[in-house]
């Protein structure tokens, strides 16, 4: 069964602490994966696309790396306005579908 | 430029009734997904839709429909709802199939099923 799953489930950082969220999946085969931030109330904001083990991507004080079995998102020196719950997603090479993770919930303390 | 409108933004609805929610696609994009978000089972894809045709599907009941009109506009339709189709319903556009490139998600409908 193709699973997706993410930790932890929610991660407190005090401003400036840097620290790093994983996903972590079986499936049958990995076409892609992807990472979102979604605010409460809102839909997903697309952050990455990562789509073969050794590839990194960054943007601003975000940084996501994939291996062939999991991918991180490095948060470095976080501001408050970096809380959001992050989601990451496989899309399948069968049937190019989709499957969530549950998302990690960030809270950066100022 | 517009975003995502997804309409309505909040619908109650009586079990057993059917329900049709809207998706309007930034423009130029031709493909627009579906996706049910709860607490309990996160974020599942629906089905996507690119050119007026259904590419691809997830695993829901025949009672969840849609499809994709040639504006690239798409509704999707639930019927004979049950409790736990209570839910945050998001669609998301791109401008190919398949997510390969950035999709942009709208705020959602919010169905609660009584």
């Known amino acids: 069964e193709d699973q997706v799953t993410q930790s932890p489930e929610a991660l407190r950082l005090q401003e400036g602490e840097s620290s790093s969220l994983n996903c972590s999946y079986t499936?049958?085969?990995?076409?892609?994966l992807f990472w979102y931030r979604q605010d409460p109330g809102k839909g997903p904001e697309f952050l990455f696309t990562?789509?073969?083990a050794g590839e990194e991507k960054e943007k601003e004080r975000l940084k996501a790396t994939l291996t062939k079995k999991e991918s991180f998102l490095h948060i470095t020196a976080p501001k408050p306005e970096d809380s959001a719950t992050y989601l990451c997603?496989?899309?399948?090479?069968?049937?190019?579908?989709?499957?969530f993770g549950p998302g990690t919930r960030l809270s950066v303390l100022p | 430029k517009a975003g995502v409108t997804q309409t309505p933004r909040y619908l109650i609805k009586t079990r057993g009734q059917q329900v049709t929610l809207s998706c309007s696609p930034i423009s130029g994009h031709r493909s627009v997904s579906w996706y049910q978000q709860t607490p309990g089972q996160g974020l599942q894809f629906l089905f996507e839709?690119?050119?007026?045709?259904?590419?691809n599907k997830g695993n829901f009941p025949g009672r969840f429909s849609g499809r994709q009109f040639s504006n690239s506009r798409s509704e999707m339709n639930v019927s004979t709802l049950e409790l736990g189709d209570s839910a945050l319903y998001l669609c998301a556009s791109s401008l190919s199939a398949g997510m390969n490139t950035e999709a942009f998600f709208g705020q959602g409908t919010r169905l609660t099923v009584v």
């Open positions: 990562l789509y073969s």
């Open positions: 499936v049958s085969g990995l076409r892609g």
């Open positions: 997603a496989v899309q399948l090479t069968r049937g190019q579908n989709f499957v």
């Open positions: 839709y690119f050119s007026e045709t259904q590419r």
